[in-house]
């Protein structure tokens, strides 16, 4: 089970970190994913952490340069560092997981079977 949160209230240029806690099968290694939902639109990937590629990340190019994956292996969390936050960056984030996902399919959240349920990011200008 995974368990976001983190979200909140922050003025445009601000910084927020999310969390995402894993429970249960933590001794599997699970592709790690956090995706957004803002108000009338499709859900949308934000950036991942696989297992597979030695713990490489991918980042979406609309928040490249500003967010963070990382994970700790240790705390069994993920965590998503949002840095110079912007009023488009507003939405619900959402943690994904799935064991072994690919690189192809790692932006598609059809793909992810287990699913927190959403922390609330809002940005104001």
């Known amino acids: 089970q995974l368990q976001a949160s983190g979200g909140g209230l922050v003025q445009a240029g601000g910084s927020l970190r999310l969390s995402c806690a894993a429970s249960?099968?933590?001794?599997?290694?699970?592709?790690i994913a956090w995706f957004r939902q803002a108000p009338g639109k499709e859900r949308e990937f934000v950036a991942a952490?696989?297992?597979?590629?030695?713990?490489?990340?991918y980042h979406a190019d609309a928040v490249k340069g500003r967010f963070t994956i990382s994970r700790d292996n240790a705390e069994n969390t993920v965590y998503l560092q949002m840095n110079s936050l912007k009023p488009e960056d507003t939405a619900v984030y959402y943690c994904?997981?799935?064991?072994?996902?690919?690189?192809?399919?790692?932006?598609?959240?059809?793909?992810?079977?287990?699913w927190g349920q959403g922390t609330l990011v809002t940005v104001s200008s």
């Open positions: 994904a997981a799935q064991s072994s996902i690919s690189r192809l399919t790692m932006t598609l959240a059809r793909y992810y079977r287990n």
């Open positions: 952490i696989i297992w597979s590629g030695g713990g490489s990340t």
């Open positions: 249960g099968r933590t001794d599997r290694r699970y592709d």
